[in-house]
């Protein structure tokens, strides 16, 4: 069964664009997870989708989005980029999500100029 | 806010015992969990224990859990260099909120 894959493993923008990262989750999967890491904050949980609606949102501002597909494939969308959005954003899917085990992705590395 | 602590380093010779200690604050957690994580590489999941446990093995592994002080370990037996890493330990609550996370643990082993 393949993981969880997400893209683009890598990404450099510039302040004030905006980005999309892509994550599909292990088939049959239908909750995705998503988080912030870097090496001050840690993991900051970011939103969590199910059945391509928001269950959990953490606090973040607007400007971080997300949605899911009917295939439980999920995106997430950050406009108006800063600086302190450089991060590692991880993704991660289970089977019906809570405070279920979760099987992450490598994630992608976005750098913020 | 649940919240949940680890030491931020440990460093262990190879072939000793490793130690990694995490509390949390959430007297409703129902899962702990511990997962790895490599240079560039995301979370792996090593380990969980229902919180009804008290202690879970699983070949290297040993979890050990003390529910009244809200304090869970991690041991490994007969650490390798390929061991280190950073480890994480997180907490589930009842319902369906999101794990919770430390900021991790790095390992490091000296050969």
């Known amino acids: 069964k393949a993981g969880v894959t997400q893209t683009p493993r890598y990404l450099i923008k510039t302040r004030g664009q905006q980005v999309t990262l892509s994550c599909s989750p292990i088939?049959?999967?239908?909750?995705v997870s998503w988080y912030q890491q870097t090496p001050g904050q840690g993991l900051q949980f970011l939103f969590e989708y199910f059945s391509e609606t928001q269950r959990n949102k953490g606090n973040f501002p607007g400007r971080f989005s997300g949605r899911q597909f009917s295939n439980s494939r999920s995106e997430m969308n950050v406009s108006t980029l800063e600086l302190g959005d450089s991060a590692l954003y991880l993704c991660?899917?289970?089977?019906?999500?809570?405070?279920?085990?979760?099987?992450f992705g490598s994630g992608t590395q976005l750098s913020v100029l | 806010g649940e919240d949940v602590e680890q030491s931020l380093f440990l460093s262990v010779r190879e072939g000793d015992s490793s130690v990694i200690n995490c509390t949390y604050t959430?007297?409703?957690?129902?899962?702990l969990y511990w997962y790895k994580q490599e240079p560039g590489a995301g979370l792996q999941l090593l380990t969980y224990?229902?919180?009804?446990?008290d202690m879970k093995q699983d070949q290297r592994l040993t979890v050990l859990l003390n529910k009244k002080d809200k304090h869970l370990s991690l041991r490994i037996a007969d650490t390798q260099t390929g061991d280190s890493a950073i480890y994480f330990c997180?907490?589930?609550?009842?319902?369906?909120?999101?794990?919770?996370f430390g900021k991790g643990t790095r390992l490091s082993v000296i050969a």
């Open positions: 991660a899917s289970s089977l019906a999500g809570g405070g279920e085990k979760l099987f």
């Open positions: 088939s049959g999967h239908r909750s």
């Open positions: 959430d007297s409703s957690s129902t899962y």
């Open positions: 224990i229902f919180s009804n446990m």
């Open positions: 997180a907490e589930s609550s009842e319902g369906n909120t999101p794990l919770v």
